[in-house]
């Protein structure tokens, strides 16, 4: 069964932080690492990081790197997402995906969670 389930959106207010989480379910051969993406309304699905779950390695994308970290926990079966002082146009909804690499590239991932909404407003 392949699975993800991302946790953790709220209000927040801008210059606060939250961690996202995703447990996931299903990690084989094949879907070795998670990527997390966003949305906001009328706006593209955007990469922002990825992890591999077999060697941990990471890739963020580069106009986000400062604020956003991936990381997971292997006895927790959960990647998890770090935002730092968050601002307005980060408000979106988050999702991660399996990949068969670490990749920020959406349309490599194949399977999707519902998203978690993450809203910044004052």
């Known amino acids: 069964q392949v699975q993800l389930v991302e946790s953790g959106g709220d209000l927040v207010q801008p210059g606060g932080s939250l961690r996202l989480s995703c447990a996931v379910t299903?990690?084989?051969?094949?879907?070795?690492?998670v990527g997390w993406f966003r949305q906001a309304p009328g706006k593209e699905r955007e990469g922002i990081a990825c992890?591999?779950?077999?060697?941990?390695?990471?890739f963020t994308n580069d106009a986000l790197k400062g604020r956003f970290s991936v990381s997971g926990d292997r006895a927790k079966n959960t990647v998890y997402l770090q935002i730092t002082d968050v601002k307005p146009e980060d408000t979106a909804t988050y999702y991660c995906?399996?990949?068969?690499?670490?990749?920020?590239?959406?349309?490599?991932?194949?399977?999707w969670g519902q998203g978690t909404q993450v809203t910044v407003s004052s």
């Open positions: 995906a399996f990949s068969n690499r670490c990749t920020i590239v959406a349309a490599y991932h194949n399977h």
């Open positions: 299903g990690l084989n051969f094949r879907y070795t690492s």
């Open positions: 992890i591999s779950i077999r060697d941990g390695s990471t």
